[in-house]
């Protein structure tokens, strides 16, 4: 590859999380072609001064404030700005220092910084699926005023980009590949009694906590139909899922002449981040490959929605559109935090949702502001249900 293109300078959201570490990975190994300008981390300190200091970006906003004293003085012998708090995350999306930001924060607070990249033309690699879940409409058409480019870093949605490159061709539907999580082929009076421990083993991927969570409940997979849904611009009715355990099938495309197209690859998350980081270059490495005679059965079946009643909650979303999606991504953030802190079941959280769902008003085009209230709206009736 040519040395002589100039490096893409990234603003990294979220980079003490796991998306955000792998993608440092991925920086480290390309020094060619990639520079870190800005590092953000919500409250681990620590991880966020070392990457600083081996990266040495422009700038560096550490969320919560408390911290903000121990992280500049770190970092007070390089030339390195630090800021500190929500407003900063803002602040520093708006700057002109970086070509492309990767929008690794988990969870609704990854909206106002991911669009106010978008408003400032920025590329925008996305892997903060929330973003799109909330507010799909407002974030895909001010990509379109501005320019700026959206590229899935959600596995599956960079399958189907990937998929969809030399395509003018009408897609007839997506087929979402699901692993199925830790749980599957389980039934209520399984999951009634799973802790979080156990709801945090995934058999076949190393996340964050909050998607893994929703790996295990396949919320995960409704909240990336949605994501699906804004990132291709395509009807509900066109958005299938099938679970397909060994994961390396990362996802399909199905024509109007019945004609599919699927990528594969090792499970792997550096993959889809090298990707979108790299696009349009592939950018060659030595991960592991995918061997065919390991697993050498790929299997498909379809999701039990009865039991894992999350996803017939969020395809309703899907359908539904307006604030739902809004709604139910709120009241699902709020469940999820109440579990991992063992304050709910596993089966607890899919009542949450559906009570909060069924509790804020619909509203069918929502402003950006409206989606804010209705975000608080459902976080505080969804909190309230949740016994002191
Ligand atoms: P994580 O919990 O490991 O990391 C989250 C990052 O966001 C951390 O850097 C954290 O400091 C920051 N953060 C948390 N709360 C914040 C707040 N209130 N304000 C600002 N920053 C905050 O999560 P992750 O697994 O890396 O996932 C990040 C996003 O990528 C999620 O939206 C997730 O759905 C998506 N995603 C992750 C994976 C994966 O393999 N981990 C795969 C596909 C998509
Ligand atoms: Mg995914």
Request: hydrophobic letters at 45%; charged letters at 20%.
């Amino acid at each position: 590859m040519s040395t002589t293109l100039p490096k893409k300078r990234i603003a990294l959201f979220g980079s003490t999380g796991s998306i955000g570490r792998q993608a440092l990975e991925v920086i480290n190994n390309n020094p060619g072609l990639f520079s870190v300008e800005v590092l953000t981390g919500q409250s681990n300190d620590e991880l966020l001064i070392k990457q600083a200091q081996h990266f040495k970006p422009d700038v560096v906003v550490i969320g919560d404030e408390k911290k903000y004293g121990k992280v500049k003085d770190a970092l007070s012998a390089l030339p390195i700005k630090v800021f500190a708090g929500e407003k900063a995350l803002e602040e520093t999306a708006a700057m002109d220092n970086y070509d492309m930001m990767l929008a690794a924060i988990v969870g609704f607070a990854g909206l106002r910084p991911t669009l106010q990249a978008i408003e400032n033309g920025k590329a925008v690699a996305l892997a903060n699926k929330e973003t799109l879940v909330v507010a799909g409409d407002i974030v895909m058409q001010k990509a379109l005023e501005n320019r700026a480019p959206v590229i899935p870093v959600d596995s599956e949605h960079s399958a189907i980009f990937q998929c969809l490159i030399g395509e003018r061709n009408r897609i007839e539907k997506i087929i979402l590949t699901a692993s199925g999580g830790p749980f599957l082929g389980k039934k209520p009076n399984f999951l009634v009694n799973v802790k979080r421990d156990h709801a945090l083993q995934h058999p076949n991927w190393n996340m964050g906590a909050k998607i893994t969570i929703d790996s295990a409940t396949l919320m995960n997979k409704g909240l990336e139909m949605i994501e699906a849904k804004w990132l291709f611009n395509l009807q509900p009715e066109q958005v299938q899922v099938v679970i397909h355990p060994q994961s390396i099938i990362h996802s399909m495309i199905q024509f109007e002449d019945g004609s599919i197209k699927a990528q594969m690859g090792l499970p792997d998350m550096k993959l889809p981040i090298q990707y979108a980081l790299g696009f349009p270059l592939r950018i060659a490495n030595s991960f592991p490959r995918y061997d065919f005679k390991k697993p050498n059965t790929l299997t498909f079946e379809d999701p039990d929605t009865r039991t894992f009643r999350n996803l017939a909650l969020a395809t309703e979303a899907l359908f539904k559109g307006g604030n739902t999606p809004c709604v139910l991504n709120a009241a699902n953030e709020i469940a999820v935090f109440a579990f991992l802190r063992n304050r709910i079941g596993f089966l607890d959280m899919t009542d949450l949702i559906e009570r909060t769902m069924q509790h804020v008003p619909f509203i069918a085009k929502p402003t950006l502001e409206e989606y804010f209230e209705s975000d608080g709206e459902a976080r505080n009736f969804a909190a309230s249900l949740i016994k002191l």
